[in-house]
């Protein structure tokens, strides 16, 4: 089963706007990351953040985490055509098997 | 430095067939893990081999098996295919003991006829 659900499946932007996607999982983590995938092909690691922190940036990308309602979210400000890809939250859990657990993602589509 | 490399990058078999799958890893990183990621099932996590030995395993059946070698190098067996095998298979190279920052590689994309 999926620890992280992300929120929402798809979403249509136009370039220049800013694109917020939401990631909720279940049981308790060790920390949060976010990946980018484009076209089927191998992830790109966008942002880390772990269970004791709420906000973290990186460029364009702003990545928050709230703990007490299991969720976190990611901003991209700015879209460009280039950030069309599909987004995928994974949570790495801090009991049980050691292993990251990803999301079902978010398929983000920019429009020029 | 060069990246996760993974081969072959595409791959058709026929079921009852067996397949091996290659990754290499960053320069120095130690832990590899594979995923399988399927349209209906996602990203699942197989395995982590970490210093040639198996540290994390998920939950797939005995098919599915793999080895670390001495230089960090892993490979990915699945014996006796299925239909439901067909997805891509990513391999995720760290630094360290942690399953933090993984850094995929391309992905091979296994097709079962």
């Known amino acids: 089963s999926q620890q992280g659900e992300e929120d929402p499946q798809a979403l249509s932007i136009q370039e220049g706007e800013n694109a917020t996607m939401n990631c909720s999982y279940k049981t308790s983590i060790n920390n949060l990351q976010w990946y980018r995938q484009n076209s089927g092909r191998g992830l790109v690691h966008l942002i880390l953040i772990r269970s004791n922190e709420r906000e973290k940036h990186s460029g364009r990308l702003r990545v928050t985490l709230d703990t007490s309602k299991k969720s976190s979210s990611l901003l991209i400000t700015a879209s460009r055509a280039a950030d069309t890809a599909s987004y995928f939250c994974?949570?790495?859990?801090?009991?049980?098997?050691?292993?990251?657990?990803f999301g079902q993602g978010t398929r983000l589509t920019i429009n020029p | 430095k060069a990246g996760v490399t993974q081969t072959p990058r595409y791959l058709i078999k026929t079921r009852g067939q067996q397949v091996t799958l290659s990754c290499s890893p960053i320069s120095g990183h130690r832990s590899v893990s594979w995923y399988q990621q399927t349209p209906g099932q996602g990203l699942q996590f197989l395995f982590e081999y970490f210093s040639e030995t198996q540290r994390n395993k998920g939950n797939f059946p005995g098919r599915f098996s793999g080895r670390q070698f001495s230089n960090s190098r892993s490979e990915m067996n699945v014996s006796t295919l299925e239909l439901g095998d067909s997805a891509l298979y990513l391999c995720?190279?760290?630094?360290?003991?942690?399953?933090?920052?993984?850094?995929f590689g391309p992905g091979t994309r296994l097709l079962v006829l």
């Open positions: 995720a190279s760290s630094l360290g003991d942690s399953l933090e920052t993984q850094y």
């Open positions: 994974a949570t790495r859990t801090r009991r049980g098997a050691q292993k990251l657990v």
